[in-house]
């Protein structure tokens, strides 16, 4: 019998039970077969696409029908993991019923299980608004990458008495109005640990530390696929980019010398 899909509420036990979490992002039929074959319990399908798969360098120009496209494609190939879904910037934050229906369209189209939105108390209304209609909702606390402009760059977060106290409303206020997770995104580990010990939901963090109830990598800095920037608090588990640029270079000169495809193609 294949393994249980993971779901929303299945996460909330698996903190009860002490049980890590494994996320990491993946953005189209590849990588999510790759991550089925590892068993990781999400699969986020995270607006970084801005970043590492279509070049830009914020997450702000990502748009809903980029986020879709992408979607599909890992909803396709899905079995176990829960798939979750980031909403772009502007995409939520205009309106109750912009989000409802942005949010809507990211399970109905894309066949995600699960949003993600970035913010705290602010937002916690929004998720009240999805939740009740069904729609499982994860936080995002922290460095909000959505808000680069407003922190001055990708900068730890939750360093004074003030932010923590944000950090720890935020939470809070996300986790009653019906969040299932809140990613935590480069804090203290110590301000990560107060906050996962404080909500019943799990915490998955990046760049926050060992006590979150769970982990998340972008896939392509974790693999060595992105060769622009990547965080110090990422973990390299693999140099792919360059075992690629090996095999290209070395297809390129069997092209050249004619050793490739040889003097007799095998169909
Ligand atoms: O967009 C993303 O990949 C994310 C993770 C870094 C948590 O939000």
């Known amino acids: 019998m294949s393994n249980p899909k993971v779901t929303a509420p299945g996460l909330i036990e698996m903190k009860a039970r002490g049980e890590k979490i494994t996320a990491l992002t993946a953005y189209d039929y590849p990588t999510i077969r790759l991550l089925e074959q590892a068993e990781i319990d999400i699969a986020l399908v995270g607006d970084s696409l801005g970043n590492v798969v279509l070049g830009y360098d914020t997450t702000l ?3 809903m029908e980029e986020m879709l496209h992408h979607t599909k494609a890992v909803a396709y190939g899905a ?11 502007l995409s939520y934050q205009i309106s109750g019923e912009q989000a409802l229906m942005n949010a809507g369209r990211f399970l109905k189209e894309g066949g995600a299980a699960a949003v993600k939105l970035e913010g705290g108390m602010e937002m916690a209304e929004t998720v009240r608004r999805l939740v009740d209609v069904g729609i499982p909702v994860m936080g995002h606390l922290g460095m909000t990458p959505q808000s680069v402009h ?27 109005a019906g969040a299932f997770a809140i990613v935590l995104e480069m804090i203290p580990a110590h301000v990560a640990r107060q906050v996962t010990e404080s909500v019943d939901v799990p915490t998955i963090g990046i760049g926050a530390g060992p006590y979150c109830d769970g982990q998340v990598l ?34 390129a000169a069997e092209v050249k010398s004619g050793e490739f495809p040889g003097p007799e193609q095998s169909y």
Not at 155 to 175: N, P, Y
Not at 237 to 251: F, M, P, R, S, W
């Open 61 to 63: 120009p990502v748009t």
């Open 79 to 89: 079995d176990r993991a829960l798939v979750v879904v980031d909403m772009p910037f």
């Open 150 to 176: 407003a922190l001055g760059g990708y900068k730890l977060q939750g360093q004074t008495d003030e932010a923590v106290e944000r950090i720890m409303q935020g939470a809070e206020s996300l986790q009653n």
């Open 218 to 251: 972008v896939i392509h800095d974790m693999l060595g696929l992105y060769d622009k920037f990547t965080p110090k608090f990422v973990k390299q588990y693999a140099q792919l980019g360059n075992i690629a640029v090996d095999a290209i270079k070395q297809y």
